[in-house]
Nanobody, 127 residues
Framework: EVQLQASGGGLVQPGGSLRLSCAVSGGRVNDYTIGWFRQAPGKEREGVSFLRNSESRTINADSVKGRFTISRDNAQNTVYLQMNSLQPEDTAVYFC????????????????????WGQGAQVTVSS
């Protein structure tokens, strides 16, 4: 059974950076489509960045393009989300999710496309 362990959240000032990690166990990270999602208080969970299996191209939501970068380290079996130029509206609980195989792009954003979820990591952007 694949398990995901998210870490790296915290409190950061506007304009700052954080890196989230999603450690994968029970499977090879390169065999999975991995997505980072976030959920702000009172809002629905939304997808922000995606990396499909065995592919280097990343897919990012418009709200984070140019600021967030998803990457994969096969040796560490871990996916990262580098978040730069953070703003208060980025405050949310961040989740990593996985689905074995390659999702078509239109299926990346629905949370129902993923059957493995990590616990959330709180990211708070505030001065």
């Amino acid at each position: 059974e694949v398990q995901l362990q998210a870490s790296g959240g915290g409190l950061v000032q506007p304009g700052g950076s954080l890196r989230l990690s999603c450690a994968v166990s029970g499977g090879r990270v390169n065999d999975y489509t991995i997505g980072w999602f976030r959920q702000a208080p009172g809002k629905e969970r939304e997808g922000v960045s995606f990396l499909r299996n065995s592919e280097s191209r990343t897919i990012n939501a418009d709200s984070v393009k140019g600021r967030f970068t998803i990457s994969r380290d096969n040796a560490q079996n871990t996916v990262y989300l580098q978040m730069n130029s953070l703003q208060p509206e980025d405050t949310a609980v961040y989740f990593c999710a996985a689905r074995q195989g390659r999702l078509i792009i239109s299926n990346l954003y629905p949370i129902t496309s993923y059957n493995h979820w990590g616990q959330g990591a709180q990211v708070t952007v505030s001065s």
